[in-house]
């Protein structure tokens, strides 16, 4: 059975920095798109950021500028560097992953359980 396992949230203060972490445990073949969400308590979950097998990126315009969103493909691991962060940037956020476990599979999608970001003001 696959899982995604997330590491590196915390507690920070307002315009420090943390990365989070995500990698899958249990053998697989590859991963396609790889990607970070969040919820904010009481709000829904939201897009953060996405990146593509071959690297592109995309970024909500709330964190543009401060988050930057990588991938290492031989330890088949995605991370989220977050810079200048603001008490709005709190939440629970989660690893989400395309992932292909056998060479003849089309992809699913998988989601981590989740790592509480705290920005105090």
């Known amino acids: 059975q696959v899982q995604l396992v997330e590491s590196g949230g915390g507690l920070v203060q307002a315009g420090g920095s943390l990365r989070v972490s995500c990698a899958p445990s249990?053998?697989?073949?590859?991963?396609?798109?790889m990607g970070w969400y969040r919820q904010a308590p009481g709000k829904q979950r939201e897009l953060v950021a996405t990146?593509?097998?071959?690297?592109?990126?995309q970024y909500a315009d709330s964190v543009k500028g401060r988050f930057t969103i990588s991938r290492d493909n031989a330890k088949n691991t995605v991370y989220l560097q977050m810079n200048s962060l603001k008490p709005e940037d709190t939440g629970v956020y989660y690893c989400?992953?395309?992932?292909?476990?056998?060479?003849?599979?089309?992809?699913?999608?998988?989601w981590g359980q989740g790592t509480q970001v705290t920005v105090s003001s």
């Open positions: 990146i593509s097998s071959s690297g592109s990126t």
């Open positions: 989400n992953a395309d992932i292909r476990r056998y060479s003849v599979d089309y992809g699913v999608t998988y």
């Open positions: 249990g053998s697989i073949f590859s991963i396609n798109a």
